[in-house]
């Protein structure tokens, strides 16, 4: 199956998303490569979104020669993306592929690396800037973020975005997640149905994913 259920995350198995994500993980892979990966790894997890989680209906189509039934995705007028600004914006991009005609939502959002991680795993989160459109309950939200760590930005977001809003369907999507951010995003926000396409073994002692693939921002934008 192309999304396989574990005990807090559904797992994306696509065998291109799996390829594509391990090109990105190497540390040989410059920043263009890097970055145009992560806009294909989001237009594969936008494809299997698609195929997975929303439904189809059947229309009345006329073809050049009769008049025959066709199948169409339903909901697709219906879908928002959050962008957590900033390593998500080339994923983001790829998702737009899938859903060309999705509402864009913007939060940025960083954890304060110099106040460290406290004892219970999480960071200090600071929230610079959030514009997100209008959201109904009939709407399909998918928060993206490449990386979901400790689950302290993601719990952050999370917060803004269903703070007055109780859409039908959530996802929250990540390349690359941690055990630790995965329980904790999933206490926090139960509702939400959480989307990798890997679940890495641990967080080290600065809450960074091991093995992860770096800074997602840094090697997409090459500021470090």
Request: glycine share 8%; hydrophobic share 40%.
């Amino acid at each position: 199956m192309p999304i396989e259920d574990r005990d807090d995350a559904h797992l994306i198995t696509h065998a291109l998303a799996k390829d594509t994500l391990s090109k990105i993980r190497d540390a040989d892979t410059e920043q263009v490569a890097f970055r145009k990966g992560l806009v294909k790894l989001g237009r594969i997890c936008g494809y299997e979104i698609i195929d997975g989680a929303m439904e189809t209906e059947y229309v009345s189509i006329e073809t050049p020669m009769a008049e025959t039934t066709g199948e169409r995705v339903k909901g697709l007028d219906d879908v928002v993306i959050i962008n957590v600004l900033r390593a998500a914006t080339p994923f983001v991009e790829g998702l737009l592929k899938a859903f060309p005609r999705a509402k864009q939502g913007v939060i940025s959002a960083g954890r304060d690396e110099e106040a460290g991680m406290d004892e219970s795993g999480t960071f200090p989160i600071t929230i610079d800037y959030v514009k997100l459109p209008e959201i109904h309950e009939e709407d399909t939200v998918i928060v993206a973020d490449p990386m979901l760590a400790t689950g302290s930005t993601m719990c952050a977001v999370l917060e803004y975005v269903l703070d007055d809003a109780a859409p039908e369907n959530v996802f929250v999507l990540s390349a690359v997640s941690a055990p630790d951010g995965l329980l904790r995003v999933q206490e926090a926000v139960p509702e939400a149905d959480l989307l990798t396409v890997a679940i890495d073994d641990h967080l080290d002692d600065d809450g960074f994913i091991v093995p992860g693939l770096g800074d997602a921002g840094d090697r997409a934008f090459r500021t470090k």
